[in-house]
């Protein structure tokens, strides 16, 4: 149990549409950072935001969105979906700025599945 | 252009033997490293660390070994216990993210 709880845990939509992922991240991490598992890969980072802010972004296109709360919850927007977007979307938080010799800790992820 | 490689996708290991896990890097500006555990159906579960600073560090059956010069890390598990099959993940950390490896499934066989 990490404390990282993340919803849907499973969903299915259709390409074009939109889909909004949430996550609550561990008591007293204010950062969260969002990675995308395809099959047989490792996490691909997407964004983190640390207090509210992006703070960092991967090789992912502007339709794909986040945001933080005040109290640090965080959710990933995915507009326009494609095939492809299909895959495990992980939420995990850590202390402050991942990376910089903070761990970070998974949820348990969102399975998408595009059709 | 893969950051972080774990070049062995697969690895079998006898229950009580030890289990060695590898992961490259090629980033010199990658300072903190993690490995994690996944089970199917189940979020990436943190194992254990190791700073740029150190070049080993353990916890009970679990320990990572840190080569700066060669950019390698490795995992070690004494004894391998049937629950430790999972797939491994490596993580090498930037500025503001990790950049993780492929993944290598370790089979530990009774």
């Known amino acids: 149990e990490t404390g990282v709880t993340q919803s849907p845990t499973h969903l299915i939509k259709t390409r074009g549409q939109q889909v909004t992922l949430r996550c609550s991240s561990q008591?007293?991490?204010?950062?969260v950072s969002w990675y995308q598992q395809a099959l047989g890969q490792g996490p691909q980072f997407i964004f983190q935001?640390?207090?509210?802010?992006?703070?960092g972004r991967g090789n992912f296109p502007p339709r794909f969105s986040g945001l933080q709360f005040p109290n640090y919850s965080s959710e990933l927007n995915v507009n326009a979906l494609e095939l492809d977007d299909s895959a495990l979307y992980l939420c995990?938080?850590?202390?402050?700025?991942?990376?910089?010799?903070?761990?970070?800790?998974f949820g348990e992820g969102s399975w998408l599945t595009v059709v | 252009d893969q950051q972080v490689k774990q070049n062995s996708p697969s690895l079998s290991v006898q229950e009580g033997r030890i289990s060695i896990l590898n992961c490259d890097y090629t980033?010199?500006?990658?300072?903190?490293f993690l490995w994690y555990k996944k089970y199917p159906a189940e979020g990436p579960t943190f194992l254990i660390s190791?700073?740029?600073?150190?070049d080993k560090n353990e916890d009970g059956r679990f320990t990572v070994f840190l080569n700066k010069s060669a950019k390698h890390l490795s995992l070690h598990i004494v004894p391998s216990q049937p629950g430790d099959s999972a797939v491994y993940f490596c993580?090498?950390?930037?500025?503001?993210?990790?950049?993780f490896g492929p993944g290598t499934r370790l089979s530990v066989l009774p």
């Open positions: 008591s007293g991490h204010n950062t």
């Open positions: 995990a938080s850590s202390l402050s700025l991942a990376g910089t010799g903070n761990t970070i800790y």
């Open positions: 993580a090498a950390g930037g500025r503001q993210n990790f950049v």
């Open positions: 980033n010199s500006m990658f300072d903190y």
């Open positions: 935001y640390y207090r509210e802010e992006e703070n």
């Open positions: 190791i700073s740029s600073i150190k």
